[in-house]
C-alpha cells in the first residue's frame, strides 16, 4: 500500500517590503514638506491677492517676489552647507522657524511700509532656500534605499495636488478672511515644516581626531567636486537647466498671449496650466512603482517630452491638442524629477548630499527668472513662433544629449549597484 506524497510546502519569495506610506517618521517628514511646498506657493497668490484687493501695488508684488527670490538663492548654497555640517532636522528646524517668522512681519508691512514686506520677503526666501537641500538629505536619513523613489513620489504627490487644490481653497478663505490673516496662516503652515519632522539616522564620520573646519567656501567646492564625480548629475543639470531656461520660460510667456490672441479666451490658458499639473499628478503615481531597466535613459526622455509644450504653441491646432501636449510635459517632468531625487539619494556621498542637491535647487530657481527676463525681449525681436521653435529644439536636443554621457543610462556609476 502506498501512501500519498506530503504536499510541498509553499515557496516563500522575498518579504515584501513594508509601504513607506505605513512609516511614521516618513509620513512625519512627508507631512512638513508637504506644509513647506504648501506655504512657498501660497505666498505669491495671497500677495496677488493683497494687490486685487489694493493693499499692495503691481510694482510692489514685483520687488517683494524679487527680495524672496534674491533670500532664496543667497540661503540655497548656504543651507546645504549648514546640513552637511550639522544635523539636517535642526537646520529644518531654525530655516523654517525663520520662514514662519516671517509671515507677521508681511502682515505687518502690508498697506504701511513696503520695506518691511521686502525685508520680510527676503527672510521668507531664505528660510525657504536653506530648509530645502536639508529636506532632500533628511529623506535619505529617514528612509531606506529600497524605498526612497516611492517616497519621493509621495513627496511630489502632495505637492503637485497642493498646487491643483490650492487656488480654488485659497480663493475660498479669501471669502472669509483678509489678506492679513492669510500671511499669518502660511506662518502656521511654516510651523508645522519646522516642528513636525522628526530626527532621521546620523551620518557617521571616520573615526579618528576630528580636522579643522573648512571655511563655507571651501565646504561648498567640496560639494561641487563631488557633483563633478557623476558625470550623469552634471548632464541631468544641463538638461534640466535647457528645458527650465527656454522651454518653462518661452511657454510662461507665451501661452497667456496665445491664448488670448489665437484663441480668444483665457479658457485655454487655465485649462493647458491644470492640464500640466494633472500629468505631473499621473507622473508622480507612475514612478512610485515603475523601475524601467535604464531608469536615466527614460528619466531623460521624459524631461525632453517638454518640448512638446512650446511646439503645440507654434502651430494653429485645436486647443484640445495644447491640453494634450501639457499633460504629456506634466507627465514627463515627474518621469524625470523622481528618479533623479532618487538616484542623488543613493549615489551622493551622504555627508555631501546636501550640498550637491543644493546645486540642483540653485539651477531649478536660479534660471526661472533669467529665462524670463530673456524670453519676452526676444518674442518682440524674432516673434513668437521663431522663439518656441529654438525652445522646443532645445527642450527635446539636449535631454537627448545629456543621455549619451556615460553613466547617464542608469544614474549611477558603473558597479554602484544601481
Known sequence: MTTAPAPAAPKSGPPRARSVLRDPGFLRLWAGTTASGLATWALPFVLGLAVLHRELGAAGLGLVLGARTAGFLAAVAVGGVLADRH???????????????????????????LLLMTAAAALAGAGQGAC?????????????PGRRQQANA??????????????????????FLDVATLLLGIGALWLVAALLPGRGAAVTAEAGPRPPRASFRAEFVD????????????????????VITLGYSATSVALPLISRDR????WVLAAAMTAYTVGALGGALVTARWRPRSQGWAAFAGLAAYGLAPLSLML??????????????????????????????REVAPDKLARVSSLDFLVSYGLAPLGLALIAPAIDSFGVTAVLG?????????PAGAALVPTARHFARPGSGA
Not at 509621495?154 to 471669502?175: D, E, F, K, N, Q
Not at 491646432?317 to 524625470?336: D, Q
Open 263 to 266: 484663441y480668444g479666451t483665457e
Open 87 to 113: 544635523s539636517r532636522r535642526a537646520v529644518v528646524l531654525w530655516s523654517a522657524l525663520a520662514a514662519a517668522a516671517a509671515a507677521p512681519l508681511l502682515a505687518l508691512g502690508l498697506g504701511r511700509s
Open 132 to 144: 530645502r537641500p536639508a529636506f532632500q538629505a533628511l529623506t535619505a536619513e529617514v528612509v531606506d
Open 154 to 175: 509621495a513627496t511630489t504627490l502632495a505637492v503637485r495636488a497642493s498646487t491643483l487644490a490650492g487656488p480654488a481653497l485659497t480663493a475660498l478663505l479669501a471669502a
Open 316 to 345: 494653429p491646432v485645436h486647443p484640445a491638442v495644447v491640453i494634450a501636449a501639457y499633460v504629456v510635459a506634466g507627465t514627463g517632468i515627474e518621469l524625470f524629477n523622481v528618479p533623479w531625487f532618487t538616484a542623488t539619494q
Open 223 to 242: 560639494g561641487v567636486r563631488e557633483a563633478r564625480r557623476h558625470p550623469w548629475f552634471l548632464a541631468g543639470l544641463a538638461a534640466l537647466a535647457a
Open 390 to 398: 529654438v525652445c522646443a529644439a532645445a527642450c527635446l536636443l539636449v
